[in-house]
């Protein structure tokens, strides 16, 4: 019988990974280190999802669901990998609590770790309690309680979501592209107008990424069903009058200065490297990318590889993605982690 095979991380991709691996007959053991599975749509909790429109909580519940049922599948929570020894088809993982046990091949799915705003304290955040980001509306939203100023509990009549609040940076080091906020938070922004048909809800960019179909289901769908405003600018800051926030910049159109009243502002916060890579490329003897992600060999024949023989990787663990392309990214690598352990594993 050949080795299980060491998933790290439970999010999405680790998910996808371990199910479609125990779906062939392959033993997996999933280290995660929360004390839950579902990564960041379930443990930040997500509302409903790009681009489905399920909630967070069913779409990636399900997936949960399913691997905590499958008998293939050793789930190990509350845990990280201290030790990864040995060569592909023969590792031994050690975990912090001490067990070992043996693993042919591991899937690193380790994610991301949310940009926090108070890298950006020019735009308000830990000043006013009124500015938050997207992920405390996602729990605002899908916690059930509604939209609401944390201030005072009042429901805000003018919103202003700032794009790109710790990516396309440098002067803070984010150099990319977070990807899947331009589409976030068109989404965010019609089921806040759902939500409260009389607030009015701005959305403050330097390019607008809604890329491929999302154009038209977010971008144009957002102005054109829900009214949401879109104003090309650049932020200088979100001050207060006492009574409301307020947004300076230039409006990079027409060159001109412009200074709005809010009720609430909402950062739309990037995706970062996962603070604890560092360790992780220590412990299993892997080599990052310059801003941090784990790096993944880039020639069409071996995506997924790391630099470490049966060590693959997938998902927002090798910089900004979306859940599909992590889930399918997850896929390709059970798949090439599969290979690595030679034998087909329903064959056995
Ligand atoms: C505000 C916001 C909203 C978003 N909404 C959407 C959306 O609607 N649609 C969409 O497609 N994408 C969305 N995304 C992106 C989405 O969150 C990611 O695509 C997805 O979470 C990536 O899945 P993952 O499994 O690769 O990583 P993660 O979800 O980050 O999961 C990684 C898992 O690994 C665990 N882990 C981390 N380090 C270790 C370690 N050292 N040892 C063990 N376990 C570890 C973590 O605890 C976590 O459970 C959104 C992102 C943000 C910021
Ligand atoms: S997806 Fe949009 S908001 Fe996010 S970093 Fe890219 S351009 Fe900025």
Redesign the pocket.
């Known amino acids: 019988m050949t080795n299980p095979i060491l998933i ?8 996808a990974a371990a199910k479609s691996l125990a779906n062939v007959g392959q033993r997996v053991t999933l ?4 004390d839950m ?5 379930i ?2 909790g ?1 509302a ?4 489905t429109g399920e909630w ?1 909580k069913d779409a990636i519940g399900g997936m949960v669901a399913a691997v905590t049922v499958d008998p293939l599948i050793d789930v190990r929570l509350g ?3 201290t030790a990864f020894d040995g060569e592909a088809g023969a590792f031994t993982a050690k975990l912090s609590d001490d067990t070992a046990f043996d693993a042919g091949a591991a899937v690193l ?4 770790t ?1 940009f926090d705003s108070v890298h950006t304290p020019e735009w308000g955040f830990g000043t006013f309690p009124d500015v938050v ?3 405390q509306v ?1 729990q605002m939203i899908s916690s059930g309680d509604g939209v609401k100023c944390p201030s005072d509990g009042r429901q805000p009549k003018r919103v202003a979501i700032l794009l790109c609040v710790g990516s396309r940076d440098r002067q803070i080091g984010r150099e990319w592209c ?1 990807k ?2 331009c ?2 938070s068109s ?1 965010l922004a019609m089921e806040i107008r759902e939500e409260l048909p009389d607030c009015h809800v701005y959305i403050y960019y330097m390019d607008i990424r809604t890329f491929g179909l999302y154009e038209d289901l977010y971008y144009w769908r957002s102005q054109e069903e829900f009214k949401v405003k879109y104003i090309k600018a650049r932020i200088a800051e979100v001050t207060s009058d006492g009574e409301k926030l307020i947004v300076k910049g230039e409006d990079t159109l027409v060159k001109r200065p412009i200074t709005i009243p809010f009720d609430m502002v909402v950062h ?4 970062d490297p ?1 603070i ?1 890579n560092v ?2 490329a220590s412990t299993f003897g892997i080599q990052l990318q310059k801003h941090g992600h784990i790096a993944k060999e880039d020639s069409y024949g071996g995506m997924g590889r790391t630099s470490r023989p049966g060590v693959l990787v ?4 090798t910089g ?7 889930i399918a990214q ?1 896929q390709g690598a059970a798949l090439a982690a599969l290979s690595v352990l030679g034998a087909p594993a329903a064959a056995e």
């Open positions: 790290v991380g439970g999010g999405p991709a680790g998910l280290v995660e280190k929360e599975l579902g990564g960041g749509p443990l930040s997500y409903k999802l790009v681009p967070a845990q990280t990998v799915c380790t994610g991301f949310h980001t997207t992920t996602e977070s899947i906020c589409t976030v989404n739309a916060i990037g995706m996962n604890d360790m992780i997938a998902g927002a663990a900004p993605e979306t859940i599909d392309d992590s997850a």
